[in-house]
């Protein structure tokens, strides 16, 4: 018997908490609004922006109006649309999590009893207890309110479970969306597509024909204003334990028997169960971690981490390269190479399947043949390349060389892309829970990088100085098994 499809397209009034930050001005009230002039959001809906500081209003509508205009392309004149999106947008001030402070919201969402709430935490993750336990007890909860949580949940497994449990008390699973933006990027969503619906791809994603996967998120900036949050987090929880772990369980898991929610993530579930612990004595090894110091970037100078942070004695890495292994039968002893760091030279995310090289070279031309390479360019240019060996024309004889075959999403799909938080966002209206992480993927991806961290300690890896500017520090260990597929192209 088919499934009954739980998605429900519905009218919705939106609670952003911390609704007068920069979170919620740069993407989610851009990204609704999107959705708004495109014809998409065709039901009714408003939005209510929680702040806890007074006399704020005026300042708040002028810098939303802003930072929707800057996130419109070609100078349109959507100034029209822009006053009609803001009038469905009504800031409140709620200083405290209490039943008596969430009175003014109460009353405000009693005016649309039909609509289904949802509530965003756009706020610090120690917040998401109290939040669930006053909109509980001011009976806000109801069997088809949602709620969306912004990362980190917590800094390792034991605050992510305490922070589970307290926002369980009062939604079930089902109405949790743990966002993740990275899974709602176009090129990642063509993963699926790439792999489960070409039989080249199909027959040949396993350890027989691939040699090594690289998944490279490089950024150019520094720490910025998030030095106090980073300084307790580091690559390792930043990037690797949610973005990084997202994109290999999305190139590495088996297919799914249906394209539904909790089918994708069981299988997303089984392959970060099998990644290989990082032990105390393989952690030298298989691990690079760094830090960067004063360097130029684009011609500017720019300081080191630690006189970013103010914070001198800090041993918080800016890089991490992992060498990890998924140990079940389709990944047996192939490498996955994962690598971030910030300060680099260049911002970039991409995924670069090699596969292995010809058995054997009949060519008169012995000069050396490289891998067939599949390279999936998530940030900024989002793109497929498929790198093959290529006749160079000419009467030389079989002189070859590799050339790529490009898919540029730009140039063949003419129409605007939307950004993933649009893409994400639409799909927590509708109750389509597929790009989002569930409870028991978020403690396994916990238990994994925390073999790492805790293998750090045990060991007393140090960080290698790294300067601004550069690729990252040199990775001894891993380049004397490949290179890293961008280095030369940068």
Known sequence: MKKKSTEIFEPFSLVVFGGNGDLALRKIYPALFHRFIAGQLVIDFNIIAITRRDNTEDEF?????????????????????IERFVLKVKLLVIKENTVAAYAILKQHLEQFPTFQ???????????????????????????????????????????????????????????IYRIDHYLGKET???L???????????????????DNIQITVAENLGVENRAGYYDNSGALLDMVQNHLLQLLCLVAMEPPNVLEADELRNEKLKVLNALRPITAKTVKEHTVKGQYTRGRIDNK?????????????????????IKAFVDNWRWKDVPFYLRTGKRLKKRYSEIVINFKKVQHNLFPEKKKM?????????????????????????????????ISLKLDYSDTFKERFPEAYERLIMDVIRGNQTLFMRQDELQAAWKWTETISRSWK???QANILYE????????????????WETNKEI
């Open 188 to 190: 990642v969503q063509n």
């Open 301 to 321: 100078e720019v300081s080191s981490y630690l006189e970013g942070i103010e914070k001198y004695a800090s041993k918080t890495e800016t890089y991490v390269a």
């Open 192 to 210: 699926m597509v790439l792999r489960f619906a070409n039989n080249l791809f199909e027959k040949s994603w396993n350890r027989d024909s691939i």
């Open 117 to 175: 709430n949802i509530y965003y935490f756009s706020t610090p993750s120690s917040a998401f207890g109290s939040i669930s336990a006053a909109l509980k007890s001011s009976a806000l909860v109801f069997d088809n309110s949602k709620v969306v949580l912004e990362k980190p949940l917590g800094f390792g497994s034991v605050s992510s479970q305490q922070i589970n449990d307290e926002i369980t008390e009062a939604f079930i699973e089902k109405q």
């Open 458 to 460: 045990e060991s007393k």
């Open 468 to 483: 601004a500017g550069s690729m990252g520090p040199i990775d001894n260990i891993m380049e004397q098994e490949h290179e």
């Open 370 to 402: 490289g891998h067939n390479k599949l390279i999936i360019s998530i940030q900024p240019d989002e793109r497929i390349e498929l790198v093959q060996m290529t006749k160079i024309p000419g009467p030389g004889g079989y002189r070859y060389q590799p």
């Open 61 to 81: 509508y002028k810098e939303l109006k802003h930072f929707i205009q800057l996130s419109i392309e070609n100078d349109q004149d959507v100034s029209s649309d």
